[in-house]
């Protein structure tokens, strides 16, 4: 079995995200049989089909394709149209993982090969370049370079010592980490297509949620009278529900200029107030916050209230219910074209992370966006790629 090392550079746009359509590829990094390779790719001009045709005869001439993190570089070569399937794959992060019974989420590098008594990774181009927000293709060439192939060798001698940990384990933990690495490319073919959704009408839905939130806003005001509180805030809702004093300031009309360029204009103050609201429910023992006088009021602890009025049962019903739909306002109709915004993907496309290295039961997770906890509503938005024929 043939093992090639596998390491990319890229530009730095949401931290090299594969499907910002404004990043690109600069450099592949290849090492086996104790020789690396280096391809400029996008770093100081168009990408040259010769060496994308090197690459990938180097590819195909290895049985599995060894990286840290490879989801992110298996992204990237597969967006310069390279091909790996019917290869294995070994993830040294996600090995690593597992090896230490999921206690540190996605390890570092530079951690592993601590961990391995291998040294350190040369952090030049990250902390002198990158971190100072300076572009990957503006990295001298011989400094990325030299990056690069201390990655590759880095990345290496934890391979190498992850199979000899490896040859010494049960046959059931070994099929266990194969399995994973597998896995990890169905994963990556998940993210790489993204899952598509309809912007327009989470545009439309957002427009909708805003109107029914603010009629339950005109709904609070006859319990509270006060035009500065603020329904999204714990510590108002608290103090209304629980009883407590709401502090806030006006700004008022306090006499008139008399000279100067605004004479005869209005002179205003800020004015500072206070509103105390008697209590209207019993607070749940144990429901205290850390600032003192004021108690949790979310879902799980407004269901579990006991109620003396109907007034209160009421005010609590609305508080719910508006509470569902902001996080449907925010997680999801603003925030799913707000997160593609943000991150250049195409529109009406999101290319969220399945993370193997997070949950320390060894569960799937899912972020940016969490793909695991769209509400019911909102799954009526996302739609197939494949037609359906009759």
């Known amino acids: 079995m043939r093992s090639l090392i596998l390491d990319v550079e ?4 949401n931290k090299g995200n594969p499907f910002d359509e404004r990043n690109k590829l600069c450099y592949v990094g290849l090492y086996s049989d104790s020789q690396h390779y280096l391809y400029d790719i996008d770093y100081s001009g168009s990408p ?11 590819i195909d001439s290895h049985d599995t394709i060894v990286g840290f993190n490879i989801k992110f570089d298996l992204h990237w070569i597969r967006r310069y149209g390279i091909n790996i399937v019917g290869k294995r794959v070994w993830d040294c992060q996600l090995v690593h993982y597992i090896l230490t019974q999921q206690q540190n989420p996605y390890p570092s590098l530079n951690g592993v090969a601590e961990y391995y008594g291998l040294g350190n990774k040369l952090d030049v181009v990250a902390s002198e370049y990158w971190g100072n927000n300076i572009d990957t293709t503006e990295i001298p060439r011989d400094v990325l370079e030299e990056y690069l192939i201390g990655d590759l060798h880095l ?18 933990t070994q099929r266990l980490i194969s399995l994973h690495n597998q896995d990890l490319l169905v994963l990556q073919e998940m993210e790489y ?22 009629r339950i806003d005109n709904e609070l005001y006859s319990y509270h009278m006060l035009s500065e509180f603020n329904p999204s805030s714990t510590e108002h809702v608290s103090s209304l529900l629980y009883g407590g004093t709401i502090k806030y ?3 008022e009309v306090v006499g008139v200029f008399k000279t100067g360029a605004r004479k005869g204009q209005e002179k205003e103050q800020w004015k500072d107030y206070e509103q105390t609201f008697e209590r209207l429910v019993t607070p749940i023992k144990g429901s205290e916050l850390e600032k003192e006088g004021f108690y949790s009021v979310d879902d799980q602890t407004l269901k579990s ?42 529109v009406g496309k999101l290319h969220g992370v399945l993370n193997q290295c997070v949950a320390k039961t060894g569960r799937l997770s899912s972020t940016k966006p969490n793909l695991q906890n769209f509400d019911g509503e909102i799954k009526q938005l996302f739609g197939s790629r494949y037609a359906i024929t009759s």
Do not use: H
């Open 10 to 13: 890229t530009t730095i746009s």
């Open 48 to 58: 040259n089909r010769q060496r994308l045709d090197n690459i990938q005869r180097l």
């Open 155 to 172: 990345t290496q001698k934890v391979y190498e010592k992850q199979l000899k940990e490896f040859a010494s384990l049960a046959k059931s």
């Open 193 to 214: 297509n993204g899952i598509i959704y309809n912007e327009e009408g989470c545009n439309e839905g957002a427009k909708d949620l805003s109107t029914s939130i603010a």
């Open 249 to 251: 300031r006006r700004k």
């Open 305 to 346: 209230l006991k109620f003396r009025t109907n007034k209160a049962r009421e005010l609590v019903e609305l508080i719910l219910a508006r509470a569902t739909l902001m996080k449907r306002l925010t997680a999801y109709y603003q925030g799913l074209p707000d997160l593609r915004t943000k991150m250049n993907w195409p």
